[in-house]
């Protein structure tokens, strides 16, 4: 429980519980979600990458090679995830990809406006959207070079 | 001989006399028609020509007044009573009658020089100015007459040269009157027209505004309709991958009707929210070559007409002033629909050609594909309108209907001719002045 959480490769925030599954299932498939953490809204997230409460045991330090991120979320909507995150000197290197159904000009723009590395409109196919998903955790988890 | 010297001299004074006195009526006619233009208030003009007309013939007193309503009584505009002094209740009423209803009726101008001993004096009410002589001149607009112009005193009396003078300043006034009277039409249909303006700008801000509304609802609710499909398609694509073990034939067919009508209904989301997208998009005005740009819409397409007989011959193309990426899409979509219906056909041919006509630059897709009939060209840019059956021919209807919002959008127009087997022409005009709608 607690290393697990400690060696989060992936943080996995997505409210729509489909949504999330159908993400897991294609990482799985291409075995890239052993440590894969699935937050369900914004408040969530935010404990998580910022350590604290019932987060409060990670190392902010130890972030995830990756955060997918979808923008419609409770409680703390995934802009303000994506500000929070880019906002922090500890946290800001963590790359963040936005994953979500928006396809508004205003979201892309706000979103590059806060340093999102990638933004990426889900697919209604599901072909699609699963080989994007094991795209990105291919492409983050094992081909980029992360800061250190 | 004295006698005849005498009498031509006598005759040559009065011709120079007689001269004298027409230049002086004749300069206050002039002069009583420039108050026409002078004064936009009748009474104002009324009363300097009545002025000019006392002065000319010699009377003392008088007034100008006007027909009312119901046309039985005068409306007097004022009077003069030449120094005499009059009690009369302005307030009375001023029948039509005696010889001034001689004057309204005939019409015609009227004068008598014994009013005293005249059958009229009776009408007279009690107070009213002492009238030695009155002349009546009606003013008469088309022919009928409105209002009356009375000289009265003149000394030693009227004569029918006054009467002929009277007239003629009658005549002057009427047109002071009906001008004044076009003058005050005009301003009514102007405040009209302004209303009027006013309640239609008002009207099409309403309807702009209810044409947003629907534009974001039909996004909205496009939008959010991907999100459960997904989870449709999503979700069945799983129970066949890891349940195709477990199901007989029937069984993976039935799930591959749900899939397919998954994709459909995905795409028909996608249609409506690129049909939404074409006429809410921000349009950027620029130069477009029309020839390269259908050139480049074909080449996105090359993949379509692999291993068939087919030509496209793109003629040289006016360029058009317009949205570059909006107008690709016209291309695309034209190019699509005369690829697809040329199918069943062994040797496809699409024409592609474009020309300066009258103020519109008009272009046109031509092919030799399975045509239509003439009877549903109505139907042709309707919005999922289809003139094939789902099994004939792929697509959802939406492409001619986003070619005519886009088209729409430019200012421009877009029509239609076809035969059925024959083929079809899609046409496309668009203007080439600056001003565009959208």
């Known amino acids: ?148 | 001989m004295n006698d005849a010297a005498t009498d031509n001299e006598a005759k040559l004074k009065e011709a120079l006399a007689e001269s004298q006195r027409r230049e002086l009526e004749f300069s206050a006619l002039l002069e009583a028609s420039r108050t026409i233009l002078e004064y936009r208030d009748f009474p104002q003009a009324a009363r300097r020509i009545f002025d000019s007309c006392k002065n000319l013939t010699g009377a003392t007193a008088g007034y100008v007044a006007l027909l009312n309503a119901d046309g039985d009584e005068n409306l007097v505009l004022f009077l003069d009573a030449g120094g005499r002094t009059c009690t009369v209740d302005p307030s009375l009423p001023m029948p039509v009658r005696g010889l001034r209803g001689e004057a309204y009726g005939a019409p015609k101008t009227v004068y008598e020089n014994s009013f005293m001993s005249s059958p009229w004096i009776k009408l007279m009410p009690g107070g009213h100015v002492r009238l030695d002589n009155v002349l009546f001149a009606p003013l008469l607009v088309g022919g009928k007459a409105v209002g009356v112009m009375g000289i009265a005193n003149k000394p030693g009396g009227f004569t029918e040269r006054d009467a002929h003078i009277a007239t003629a300043f009658g005549d002057i006034a009427a047109l002071a009157l009906s001008n004044n009277w076009t003058l005050d039409e005009l301003a009514k249909s102007e405040a009209e027209v302004k209303k009027l303006n006013t309640e239609l700008g008002r009207h099409t801000a309403e309807i702009e505004e209810a044409n947003n509304e629907l534009e974001a609802f039909a996004y909205t609710v496009s939008h959010d309709l991907r999100v459960p499909l997904r989870a449709i398609d999503g979700f069945s694509q799983n129970l066949l991958d890891e349940y195709a073990g477990k199901l007989d034939e029937e069984g993976k067919r039935l799930l591959h009707v749900v899939r397919d009508n998954a994709h459909k209904m995905g795409q028909l989301i996608s249609d409506i929210l690129a049909f939404s997208r074409a006429g809410r998009q921000e349009m950027s005005v620029a130069e477009v070559d029309m020839k390269s740009l259908a050139g480049a819409a074909l080449d996105v397409l090359q993949q379509t007409t692999v291993g068939r007989d087919l030509t496209v011959d793109i003629k040289p193309l006016p360029s058009a002033r317009g949205d570059f990426s909006m107008l690709q899409q016209v291309w695309i979509n034209l190019l699509v629909n005369a690829i697809k219906f040329t199918r069943p056909k062994p040797a496809a041919r699409i024409e592609v050609g474009g020309a300066a006509e009258e103020g519109e630059l008009v272009y046109y897709v031509k092919d030799n594909g399975v045509g239509f009939n003439m009877q549903y060209v109505d139907k042709l840019f309707g919005a999922f309108q289809r003139l094939h059956r789902a099994d004939e021919f792929e697509g959802t209807g939406i492409g001619l209907a986003i070619v005519k919002r886009i088209i729409t959008k430019h200012g421009g127009r877009v029509w239609a001719e076809g035969k059925p087997n024959e083929g079809a022409t899609i046409y496309f005009a668009l203007p080439t002045k600056e001003e565009k709608h959208g």
């Open chain 1, 1 to 148: 429980m607690d290393d697990t959480v400690q060696e989060v490769e992936i943080l996995l925030v997505e409210d729509n519980p489909n949504d999330a599954e159908l993400a897991i299932r294609a990482l799985k498939k291409n075995k890239l979600a052993n440590k894969l953490l699935w937050v369900k809204d914004g408040a969530e997230a935010l404990d998580f990458i910022f350590a604290t409460g019932s987060y409060s045991h990670r190392d902010v330090e130890n972030g995830p090679k990756v955060i997918l991120l979808d923008l419609r979320l409770p409680k703390v909507d995934g802009m303000e995830v994506l500000r929070r995150a880019k906002g922090d000197e500890r946290t800001k290197a963590i790359p963040v990809v936005v994953l979500t159904s928006s396809r508004e000009d205003r979201d892309v723009v706000e979103s590059y406006k806060l340093g999102v590395n990638s933004f990426i409109s889900k697919p209604v196919e599901f072909e699609a959207f699963a080989k994007i998903v094991a795209e990105l955790g291919f492409y983050w988890l094992l081909v980029n070079q992360p800061p250190v």
